[in-house]
């Protein structure tokens, strides 16, 4: 099922967007209320952290990347980086987070 937007279709049929620069804050939050999450400060350091990753590799970060990047920017471990990204995004970083970045679909999420 796709998702429409301002009457286009951005995403594919999981909701991920297709064309990393059909991005925007505006995306972010709807996407983010589909998703059932209220963005805060703490969620716009991520989609910062990712987009920024994306745009500089031409690809979204591994899992254990994300917690390293996310751990370095808060000055935090690894395992508490993780935990917030888990309390952040309860579904799963692939899952919402990529998704409220507006990143392709990664080819680990089934």
């Known amino acids: 099922m796709s998702i429409s937007f301002k ?3 951005l ?6 967007l297709v064309n990393f620069s059909d ?7 709807y996407q983010a209320e589909l998703e059932k999450i ?3 400060q703490n969620h716009w350091d991520v989609v910062r952290l990712l987009r920024q990753y994306y745009e500089t590799n031409g690809l979204a970060p591994m899992l254990k990347i994300l ?5 370095t920017e808060k000055g935090i471990d690894k395992k508490e980086a993780s935990q917030l990204l888990y309390q952040l995004f309860p579904k799963g970083p692939f899952k919402q987070a990529f ?3 507006g990143l392709p679909k990664p080819k680990s999420c089934v």
């Open 67 to 71: 917690f390293n990047l996310v751990a």
């Open 7 to 9: 009457d286009r279709i």
């Open 99 to 101: 998704k409220v970045a």
């Open 23 to 29: 991005w925007s804050e505006e995306l972010a939050i």
């Open 11 to 16: 995403e594919d049929e999981d909701g991920y």
């Open 38 to 40: 209220e963005l805060e």
